[in-house]
């Protein structure tokens, strides 16, 4: 069986992207949807995402990590669908689509730049050395010294699969305040077990739990990735965080076809 597919980028977060309209795509194969992310014996990426007919909205997001399992939502991989969406007509510059945690709006411009819709954010937990959030995804934020010299694998995977999480874990970030609208982002992706050059969901969170612990009393925050760069706009209702957006390129980089 042959499977045409397309590759996706949103700054290096890297996505397979295939159009399951039809609904032909074996969903439930955790190792070809493994082995079809695998840098050295597949197409090789962070995530696979498939779009697929909803009756309510225009489509319906349904995002893999590449360890092969269904996970919750990634930022990025919805900015690239979008963008996806875009380029097979399914949509034009506006867009309202389904993923894992809900309902989600975008646009989409003539420069590939999508700004997406996140979910509101209602707690924000504030602890001594981190705080927790989740932005589609549960994220854990960590201001350090160094983040360029951070050994963020290690020091992710042991706060990841430590005690404070459990067996569920956690994706884990690493930030550096350049000025009060500037953070630099590193991030650990549960699913991925590595650092990525982006995580769209962590750069969310990293600007709310930036506002919220203090950090910045900004509401539109640019946050650098390795990447490249991601803007988070919000508004803030006491401790609830509304209209939040996610903005950023997310990019074409080519298409084929894959025996499988």
């Given amino acids: 069986m042959q499977i045409e597919f397309y590759k996706y980028q949103g700054t290096g977060n890297d996505f397979v992207m295939i159009d ?29 995402i498939l779009l697929e007919n909803d009756a309510e909205t ?41 993923a894992t945690d809900g309902l989600h709006y975008a646009t989409v411009n003539d420069n590939s730049i999508v700004s997406l819709q996140m979910i509101d954010v209602v707690e924000v937990q504030k602890k001594d050395s981190y705080t927790f959030l989740n932005t589609g995804s549960p994220h854990h934020v960590q201001i350090v010294d160094d983040l360029e010299h951070y050994n963020v694998k290690e020091n992710g995977a042991a706060i990841r699969y430590g005690s404070l999480y459990g067996q569920k874990g956690s994706n884990i970030n690493f930030v ?81 076809i894959i025996e499988i």
Avoid: W
């Avoid at 399951?20 to 995530?47: H, M, Q, T, Y």
């Fill in 20 to 48: 399951n309209r039809s609904g032909f795509f074996p969903k439930e194969d955790v190792k070809l949807v493994e082995r079809l992310c695998n840098r050295r014996f597949g197409i090789g990426a962070d995530g696979l």
């Fill in 58 to 98: 225009d489509f319906r997001m349904v995002y893999y990590n590449s360890d092969g399992n269904e996970s919750s939502m990634c930022g990025n991989g919805g900015r690239c669908l979008v963008a996806f969406a875009n380029q097979l007509g399914v949509i034009e510059h506006k867009t309202t689509f389904i």
């Fill in 176 to 256: 550096k305040k350049v000025n009060d609208a500037e953070f630099s982002l590193r991030t650990y992706e549960r699913g991925v077990e590595d650092e990525t050059l982006a995580c769209g969901t962590g750069a969310t969170a990293v600007a709310i739990a930036m506002n919220a612990t203090g950090q910045t009393d900004k509401t539109s925050i640019d946050i650098n990735v390795e990447g490249g760069k991601l803007a988070v706009s919000f508004d803030k209702l006491g401790e609830h965080f509304t209209n939040v957006f996610l903005i950023g390129p997310a990019k074409f980089v080519f298409k084929g």
